[in-house]
């Protein structure tokens, strides 16, 4: 957290890396990195390779040269609590612009040159993704599926018009990209230089309002008139008797198969150009996923559809020459997924508040946890282990504490501690 109303890639980033070095830590894992979309959330973005605009540095624009000091004057009395979207959005774009216009007008002969690398390295995806992202703001910020027909099919004469005709918006965009990728790139330098790694975040599903369904429409489950015929979701459970509909778009796996599947392999290729792991979330979807009919109004009514499986890794592994990747293997399973994980050698994550059932086969509890896997006192979708602790009836605190030896008073600590006594290879 900084001053300018959401943490940043600056001044105290650099704090919090020299306090997890200071505090013998090896890893930061980190949310997913995107551009988020409406909803705020990193598990919904515009593109699963662009960078979030929103935490490009302000202290770090004045540093390189890119704004004037007198521009942070003015910034908003943000709250100092809490990220209010609302007042840093335009806040935090505004000063982009001021960025950018900068630049266009007086480069320096250094970011000219870095710029003009950067958009050749990366124009794979940032090409179709500032096009996206300038269209998106021409038509009112709206979803592609909502642009007249020539752009969603993506006509070339509709493209080519668009793209002389936003010439400038696209330049804004493709720029945005470059100052994030140029301040992550020194705050990773920063990590190397510290000796830590950074274990970043792979989303298992894409946002339908993205540049990576609009770009590649044929990799999804769409009909003719590019909306999907299936989604996302979960089943009913114990926790949500309707289930969970997320509403992504399903992978066409046939077809990503059919080209060695290259958009994955492009995706975790540059994923792990950021971050030195990857943790793959909803990891149980390369077994077998639950997909929805579009339209529906839950997750209740839907089917269980195989996924691509070992095949997938097997191509990965080669094409990257390993598999850096830990597993989010939480829920309920399909006994192909522990089964893939020994196959391909993943670890899988365990977690401490999942462990003190009564059941002495609860296989979060330390004793049958291994060497390969991650293990967590919670997770993000976790309350804190306080808040946890708190929560359970009396015989259930009376159970955690007489298993991890604990009075009640830390039990934060205690679950920590209990943590780092794990034979896996990393606690978080």
């Known amino acids: 957290p900084g001053p300018y109303g959401i943490g940043d890639l600056g001044p105290e980033a650099d704090r919090w890396l020299d306090w997890l070095a200071g505090a013998g830590s090896a890893y930061w894992q980190v949310l997913p990195l995107g551009p988020t979309g409406y909803g705020d959330s990193p598990y919904s973005c515009f593109s699963a390779f662009a960078g979030n605009p929103y935490l490009i540095s302000p202290d770090l624009l004045v540093a390189e040269g890119y704004v004037a000091a007198a521009a942070l004057e003015a910034a908003p009395a943000f709250p100092p609590d809490r990220v209010d979207y609302g007042a840093v ?3 935090k774009l505004a000063l982009l612009d001021l960025a950018f216009d900068g630049f266009r007008s007086a480069p320096s002969g ?6 003009l690398g950067f958009r050749q390295d990366h124009a794979a995806w940032l090409d179709d993704y500032a096009l996206f992202m300038a269209l998106k703001e021409a038509h009112g910020g709206g979803p592609w599926t909502a642009w007249p027909a020539p752009l969603r099919h993506r006509q070339p004469a509709a493209l080519a018009e668009a793209k002389a005709a936003l010439a400038g918006e696209v330049e804004r965009q493709a720029f945005r990209q470059f100052l994030f990728f140029e301040q992550w790139d020194r705050l990773r330098r920063r990590t190397r230089r510290l000796g830590l790694r950074i274990m970043g975040d792979a989303p298992m599903y894409v946002a339908a309002d993205s540049a990576d369904v609009w770009s590649h429409p ?3 489950e769409l009909d003719s008139d590019l909306r999907p015929t299936v989604v996302a979701g979960v089943p009913p459970d114990y926790f949500t008797a309707t289930g969970q509909l997320w509403g992504n778009p399903i992978y066409d796996w ?5 080209d060695g599947y290259a958009w994955w392999v492009a995706r975790l290729r540059a994923l792990l150009g950021l971050v030195d792991l990857v943790r793959i979330d909803h ?12 339209g529906s109004p839950t997750a209740a009514v839907g089917r269980w559809a195989w996924g691509p499986g070992a095949a997938f890794f097997r191509r990965v592994e080669e094409a990257l020459g ?11 399973l399909h006994p192909e997924v522990p089964a893939l994980l020994k196959r391909t050698g993943l670890p899988g994550m365990k977690v401490m508040q999942f462990a003190y059932d009564g059941d002495p086969e609860n296989a979060f509890l330390p004793e049958h946890h291994s060497e390969n896997c991650v293990v967590y006192t919670g997770t993000h979708d976790n309350d804190t282990t306080v808040g946890w602790y708190r ?15 604990s009075t009640g008073r830390h039990i934060a600590w205690d679950l920590i501690r209990v943590a780092w006594a794990s034979p896996a290879f990393l606690a978080v």
């Open 89 to 91: 959005i335009p806040w």
């Open 110 to 115: 250094g970011q000219a040159a870095r710029y």
């Open 218 to 220: 044929e990799l999804f």
């Open 254 to 258: 046939d077809r990503h198969a059919a």
């Open 283 to 294: 990891f149980r979807a390369f077994v077998n996923y639950w997909e929805v009919p579009a």
């Open 322 to 332: 390993g598999l850096p990747i830990v597993a989010e293997d939480l829920g309920e």
């Open 391 to 405: 929560s359970l009836r009396a015989d259930q605190r009376r159970l955690v504490r007489a298993a991890v030896g």
